[in-house]
C-alpha cells in the first residue's frame, strides 16, 4: 500500500506530501490541481508499460493520461528545471527525478538525482492489480470491445470501463474476494449477484446480462427488471437510461478488487441520483477497509457523506480516510495550487470547512431562506 507521495514542479504543485490511507478522496475547484495527484501516479503506470520506466523516464502521452510536452508539466514557477515523484511503501521507495525538455512528450530521468529502495516496480501500482477508471465512461451501445489481453491477464475493465461486458461475462459467475462487499440480499457470492444486488440499490429489481458474442469478437450487455410477479424482457443499455450503464464499471471494479489491489477512480457520482452516490461513497469505504488502496476524485458532496456516514457506522476507520481538498492561492501569479488536508472525526463529522469545500448547499440554502 502506497504510504505517501511527493510531488515537485508537478503542473500547479510546486512541492507538496500527500500522506496517503486506504480511502483517499481528492476535491477542489475546477482547475485547482487534484487531477495532478491522479496524474502522477498514471504517468508513472503507463511509462512502466510502455517501457520507459525504469530506465528511461517518464511518457506524458500514453494509455492512462495525456499531459501533453515538458511546458505542460512543469510548474510555471520552478526554480529548478526538475520535475519530482516519490512514492514511498512500507518497504520499498521511488523518487524519480526527470530533466526538463520543454518541447518533449518524453522526460528523460536523471539517474544521478534518483533513486529506488526495495522493489518498488513489483508494487500494485505496477501489476494487474491496479485498476484505473476516468471520468470518461461507456455510453450506452448495442456492443462492447473484448480484450483477452486485458480481461484474462491484467484483469482490467480498460480505462473507460470498455471491456466491462467482456470482464463479467468471463467472470461473472466467480465468488467475491472481499467477503465484507457482499450484499444482504445476493443470493450467492458470486460477482453477478452481489452485482446485481448492489445495482438494485440505485435502481430496484435490476438485473445485468453480459454475453460473449465470439462470431464478431464483441460482448453484449442488456437488463432485466424485477416486476412484483416477474422480470421484464431484457432491455439494451440504450433503453434504459444514461445512469445504469456509466456506474456500472465503478460497481464491478469495486465488487472485483482484491485486498492489495489499487483503485482509481474519477467521478464515481457522474449520471446517479443523490441517494446512488451515496451508496457510492459507502460501498468503496467497505472496500477500502477490506485492504483495497482506493483513489477517488469527486465533485460529490453526497459521496462525501456517504463515506461520513460509512465511519459513523463504523464501516470503516476514521484513521483510514485521507481528505484533501485544493485550491488556488490567490496571491501566486503562478497558480499555485493549496492543498487542504480535511480531518473527519470518529463520528463522521468535519471540524475544518474551508470556502468552497462542499458547502454550496449551505450557501443556497441561506440565500433561499434571506428576507
Given at each position: 500500500m502506497i504510504e505517501r507521495l511527493t510531488l515537485k514542479n508537478f503542473k500547479s504543485i510546486e512541492h507538496e506530501a500527500f500522506d496517503i490511507e486506504g480511502l483517499n478522496l481528492f476535491s477542489g475547484l475546477n482547475g485547482a490541481g487534484k487531477s495532478s495527484i491522479f496524474q502522477s501516479l498514471l504517468l508513472l503506470r503507463q511509462s512502466f508499460d510502455g517501457h520507459f520506466l525504469p530506465e528511461t523516464g517518464i511518457s506524458l502521452a500514453g494509455a492512462h493520461t495525456q499531459i501533453g510536452t515538458g511546458r505542460d508539466l512543469l510548474y510555471v514557477g520552478a526554480e529548478k528545471e526538475v520535475v519530482g515523484i516519490h512514492v514511498e511503501w512500507e518497504a520499498h521507495e521511488l523518487?524519480?527525478?526527470?530533466?526538463?525538455?520543454?518541447?518533449?512528450?518524453?522526460?528523460?530521468?536523471?539517474?544521478?538525482?534518483?533513486?529506488?529502495?526495495?522493489?518498488?516496480?513489483?508494487?500494485?501500482?505496477?501489476?494487474?492489480?491496479?485498476?484505473?477508471?476516468?471520468?470518461?465512461?461507456?455510453?450506452?451501445?448495442?456492443?462492447?470491445?473484448?480484450?483477452?489481453?486485458a480481461v484474462?491477464?491484467?484483469?482490467?475493465?480498460?480505462?473507460?470501463?470498455?471491456?466491462?461486458?467482456?470482464?463479467?461475462?468471463?467472470?461473472?459467475?466467480?465468488?467475491?474476494?472481499?467477503?465484507?462487499?457482499?450484499?444482504?440480499?445476493?443470493?450467492?457470492?458470486?460477482?453477478?449477484?452481489?452485482l446485481n444486488a448492489w445495482m438494485s440499490e440505485i435502481t430496484p429489481g435490476t438485473k445485468v446480462i453480459a454475453k460473449l458474442i465470439p462470431e464478431i469478437n464483441q460482448a453484449s450487455l442488456h437488463y432485466q427488471f424485477a416486476t412484483a410477479t416477474e422480470m421484464t424482457k431484457q432491455f439494451r443499455p440504450e433503453n434504459v437510461g444514461f445512469g445504469l450503464t456509466y456506474v456500472l464499471p465503478v460497481m464491478l471494479a469495486v465488487l472485483a478488487a482484491r485486498?492489495?489491489?489499487i483503485l482509481m477512480i474519477e467521478n464515481p457520482e457522474s449520471h446517479l441520483h443523490p441517494g446512488g452516490q451515496s451508496l457510492m461513497g459507502r460501498l468503496i469505504a467497505i472496500a477500502a477497509q477490506s485492504g483495497v488502496q482506493i483513489f477517488v476524485e469527486t465533485h460529490s458532496d453526497h459521496v462525501f457523506n456517504g463515506v461520513r456516514n460509512a465511519i459513523k457506522s463504523n464501516v470503516i476507520r476514521q484513521e483510514n480516510i485521507q481528505t484533501f481538498f485544493l485550491t488556488r492561492d490567490p496571491e501566486s501569479h503562478q497558480h499555485k495550487a493549496v492543498v487542504h488536508?480535511?480531518?473527519?472525526?470518529?463520528?463522521?463529522?468535519?471540524?475544518?470547512?474551508?470556502?468552497?469545500?462542499?458547502?454550496?448547499?449551505?450557501?443556497?440554502?441561506?440565500a433561499l431562506l434571506e428576507d
Open positions: 523518487d524519480l527525478q526527470f530533466t526538463y525538455l520543454e518541447a518533449s512528450d518524453m522526460q528523460p530521468l536523471n539517474d544521478e538525482a534518483s533513486k529506488t529502495h526495495g522493489t518498488p516496480y513489483a508494487t500494485a501500482l505496477f501489476t494487474p492489480q491496479f485498476q484505473y477508471l476516468s471520468a470518461d465512461r461507456i455510453s450506452p451501445k448495442t456492443t462492447y470491445e473484448v480484450s483477452d489481453y484474462n491477464q491484467n484483469r482490467s475493465l480498460g480505462n473507460k470501463g470498455e471491456y466491462t461486458a467482456h470482464f463479467l461475462s468471463v467472470n461473472g459467475n466467480k465468488k467475491i474476494s472481499i467477503p465484507e462487499l457482499r450484499h444482504p440480499s445476493a443470493a450467492t457470492g458470486s460477482i453477478i449477484d452481489n485486498s492489495g489491489d488536508c480535511i480531518p473527519i472525526n470518529g463520528d463522521g463529522r468535519v471540524e475544518y470547512w474551508p470556502p468552497g469545500f462542499f458547502d454550496e448547499w449551505e450557501k443556497s440554502l441561506d
